[in-house]
């Protein structure tokens, strides 16, 4: 008998955070999603970021109120949402000495505090750049600063935990899946995919949503008609040891009129980021310069009274923004090109394609319910918009309940220190006991990896999570990557291939 087909309402193509928020969305609302993403979860722009769920102060140079507003409004609905792998950080921002650009800084705080409501994070305030609570790392120069809220995020965790919670309510997600084609056939889009083992399979949708970050016109010079341009633009970040021992953020002006940001980094590092170069080859896979690490050492060596040289970089990562080419853009700088989004649906044959270009991890909630907005006419049955209210898997507790939960944790697990317990409810929240089960000891969690991994969590997120190697683990999941040995590497690569080759 032949096997009827599945035609889903939406397929996405790309499993960044904008593909897996959009899939979940979607998938909450009543309709038949199916994601595919041709390497891992995230495994593009989305974990190579800054790690920001941010308003965007330095865009308020640009007027780019709209995105500010919605940027600032997202930080606390995100927080509430996600209180394991977001939380609220402060940014120390070196006061210029000269009055005028002082006061307009001040006048840009004043507006980034109030521009779009805030009833958790702090406001601004005013501090001595000497202030006993900042230690001596800031160069004399400074007599002042001015300290700001932003909040932090785990940028490849949000990825996962959006698919994670897609599939829980009912959408298929697709790992290393690449998308090869996609066609329409009769009534719907046939979308043809290849496995990373070169399987080919095909799959019907009443509707496209190219999600597909810096590969987006990759699909879309092909069929549409219009042509939507992008900038793709190329940020690193380089990782060195802990610079400070205080919990706060710079947000430092360099004389070249960009900023970067240096920011402690899984307890024992310190992050520093971002540069932009244009990357017109996404075939190209992108990757930290000497220049650019010069560049970022320099920068903050002219801030602080550190030493920093090539030898202190322990790790680096680079990421491509696709970025929205507008009409009305400049021929500024990269700085200058707006972060904002683009939505384009185009009826190819009376079928709905929708384009995502540009965006921000911030606002990919948001861009998920304008993206349901777009598709609900052609959708009418669907339902309303419900992300705001409900938290990602594990992130159903208060955010001042975090050290309770941490303690909660140490005290039923009495074999987990403070570090451990810490690093687990960052990641699962309040799933923990899931992960841990009815273990008593550290023996019941099977194979010591190092660092805290053990085998059991290796199984959960295999399970749970969509991992399948080590890499997936070590820098996704997890950073631990950042404290492994090659030998504890080999280990777990052993691992895997033992127990999980095809
Ligand atoms: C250096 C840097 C710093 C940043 N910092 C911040 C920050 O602090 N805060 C913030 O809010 N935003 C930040 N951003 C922006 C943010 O990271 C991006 O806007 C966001 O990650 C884009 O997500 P995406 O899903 O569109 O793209 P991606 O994450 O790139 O996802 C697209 C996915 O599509 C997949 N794909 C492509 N082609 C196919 C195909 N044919 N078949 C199947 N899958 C396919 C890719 O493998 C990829 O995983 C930063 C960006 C950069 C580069």
């Known amino acids: 008998m032949k096997r009827k087909k599945t035609i889903y309402d939406v397929f996405v193509i790309g499993g960044g955070i904008n593909g897996c928020g959009i899939a979940r969305d979607a998938t909450g609302r009543g309709l038949k999603v ?12 989305s974990s190579a970021s800054t790690k920001l769920i941010h308003g965007g102060l330095r865009y308020l140079r640009y007027f780019d109120f709209r995105l500010v507003r919605e940027s600032l409004k997202e930080r606390e609905v995100l927080l509430k949402n996600m209180p394991h792998i977001c939380w609220p950080m402060r940014f120390v921002l070196p006061a210029p000495k000269a009055m005028l650009q002082k006061m307009v800084i001040r006048l840009g705080l004043f507006i980034y505090d109030n521009l779009g409501g805030r009833t958790i994070l702090p406001g601004t305030k005013t501090i001595r750049a000497r202030d006993p609570n900042l230690g001596t790392i800031l160069r004399n120069k400074f007599s002042s600063a001015f300290v700001f809220s932003d909040c932090w995020v785990e940028d490849a965790r949000l990825v996962i935990l959006n698919a994670v919670d897609a599939k829980k309510r009912g959408a298929q997600v697709l790992t290393h899946t690449k998308v090869k084609s996609i066609k329409r056939e009769e009534k719907y889009w046939k979308v043809t995919t290849e496995s990373k083992v070169g399987i080919t399979k095909e799959f019907f949708s009443y509707s496209i949503v190219n999600a597909a970050g810096p590969w987006v016109n990759a699909f879309n010079n092909n069929i549409s008609k219009e042509n939507t341009s992008i900038h793709l633009v190329k940020g690193s970040h380089i990782v060195v040891k802990k610079m400070f021992e205080h919990k706060n953020s710079y947000f430092l002006l360099g004389q070249d009129g960009r900023i970067i940001f240096v920011i402690p980094f899984q307890e024992d590092f310190t992050l520093i980021g971002t540069t932009e170069k244009p990357h017109d080859d996404i075939s190209r896979e992108p990757t930290c310069s000497k220049e650019e690490k010069k560049y970022l050492i320099e920068f903050a060596n002219s801030y602080f009274n550190s030493n920093l040289d090539l030898e202190s970089v322990v790790w680096s990562y680079s990421g491509v923004r696709s970025l929205y080419k507008n009409l009305t853009d400049n021929q500024g700088s990269m700085s200058s ?56 898997p594990g992130g159903n507790f208060k955010l001042n309940e975090k050290a309770r939960l941490v ?27 899931g992960l841990l089960g009815d273990s008593k000891t550290k023996e019941d969690l099977g194979i010591d990896f190092g660092h805290s991994l053990t085998e059991k969590e290796v199984k959960w997120l295999i399970e749970k999570e969509f991992a399948s190697c080590e890499e997936d683990i070590l820098w996704r999941r997890t950073k631990l990557g950042l404290r492994f040995t090659k030998k504890q590497e080999k280990k777990l690569s052993e691992w895997f291939q033992n127990n999980l080759s095809m």
Request: proline fraction near 3%.
């Open 34 to 45: 199916c994601l595919a993403e041709m390497s891992d979860l995230g495994s593009g722009t």
């Open 337 to 392: 090109i707006t972060r904002d989004y683009m939505l384009h649906v185009e009826l190819i044959n009376e079928l709905p394609i929708l384009t995502v270009y540009g965006g921000k991890l911030t606002t990919y909630r948001k861009l998920a319910e304008n993206v349901l907005f777009k598709m609900k006419s052609y959708f009418p049955k669907m339902g309303e918009s419900w992300t705001s209210e409900e938290p990602l």
């Open 407 to 433: 303690k909660e944790l140490r005290e039923k697990y009495s074999f987990l220190d403070e570090k451990w317990s810490t690093r687990l409810i960052n990641s699962y929240g309040t799933l923990c006991d």
